[in-house]
């Protein structure tokens, strides 16, 4: 089992920047892929960026050039930059490997116009 907790955000006005951390634990947590989703008010939970356990990256176009995933064997982690008022939403880290998955309880991102 994989245990997340997700950190980091906060207010942050427009065109900042915020670094979302996700601590996990767990075996074999290194041969999972992460992700990090988001939700906003009234709308879907959507993919943000995800990472292989291979290192490998993959970003919603919406947040291409702006937003950075990484990982090492702590955690997960997201490097939000240019920060736009329509990135406001709560952020959840996920982990999945073949048909297991966990996910974080996740952490509040509001960008201010």
């Known amino acids: 089992q994989v245990q997340l907790v997700e950190s980091g955000g906060g207010l942050v006005q427009a065109g900042g920047s915020l670094r979302l951390s996700c601590a996990a634990s767990?075996?074999?947590?290194?041969?999972?892929?992460m992700g990090w989703y988001r939700q906003a008010p009234g709308k879907q939970r959507e993919l943000v960026a995800s990472i292989t356990s291979a290192g490998s990256t993959n970003y919603a176009d919406l947040v291409k050039g702006r937003f950075t995933i990484s990982r090492d064997n702590a955690g997960v982690y997201l490097q939000m930059n240019s920060l736009k008022p329509e990135d406001t939403a709560i952020y959840f880290c996920?982990?999945?490997?073949?048909?297991?998955?966990?996910w974080g309880r996740g952490t509040q991102v509001t960008v201010s116009s």
């Open positions: 996920r982990s999945s490997r073949y048909s297991i998955e966990y």
């Open positions: 767990g075996r074999n947590f290194n041969s999972y892929h």
